[in-house]
């Protein structure tokens, strides 16, 4: 692939609803002929654990996320609950546990994969995943609790990648 052709991403965040644009985009890069690599460092490196069941959504000082419910009639689920909810609500316990599985039941409703589907199909696809080595050993990680197929490297290794990108993103 000429060096014309190659996108980087920086996947910083790790909540449920943030999974989602890295590995979107980055299909879609590949899909469109592009030599795709997305840098997971900080919460972004939740994205590559091998298990990404304790991934939640975060409403909390989210005053843009709709919270439209996926059951019920028609005008009920019309309802746009978000602006109606004080940001205080969301430290109730098991409201955030709540909203997750809102938005994975309104996912499924509307025929969108889920994060593990994206993934693998980034994978497939040929995505690089580079795990940031720095933010591994600052949380504690260990390489096992990672997918297999990812690369190591730290932030000077990534940036070299990059300059060689005409298309950078910072998620």
Request: hydrophobic fraction near 45%; include cysteine; proline fraction near 6%.
């Amino acid at each position: 692939m000429s060096e014309t052709n190659k996108m980087t991403l920086i996947a910083s965040k790790g909540t449920f609803d943030w999974a989602y644009p890295p590995f979107i985009l980055a299909s879609t890069g590949v899909a469109m002929g592009k030599e795709v690599s997305v840098f997971c460092t900080f919460y972004g490196l939740n994205l590559l654990l091998k298990d990404l069941s304790k991934l939640r959504i975060s409403p909390q000082g989210n005053p843009a996320m709709p919270m439209k419910m996926p059951f019920g009639p028609k005008w009920f689920q019309a309802i746009n609950f978000g602006p109606k909810i004080p940001n205080v609500m969301w430290n109730i316990p098991g409201l955030e546990l709540f909203a997750t599985s809102m938005m994975k039941k309104t996912m499924k409703n509307n025929g969108v994969a889920t994060i593990e589907e994206l993934r693998q199909v980034c994978i497939e696809m040929g995505v690089k995943f580079i795990a940031c080595e720095m933010t591994i050993g600052l949380f504690g990680y260990s390489r096992e609790d990672f997918i297999d197929g990812i690369e190591y490297a730290g932030a000077a290794t990534y940036l070299d990648v990059a300059h060689h990108s005409t298309q950078d993103l910072f998620i």
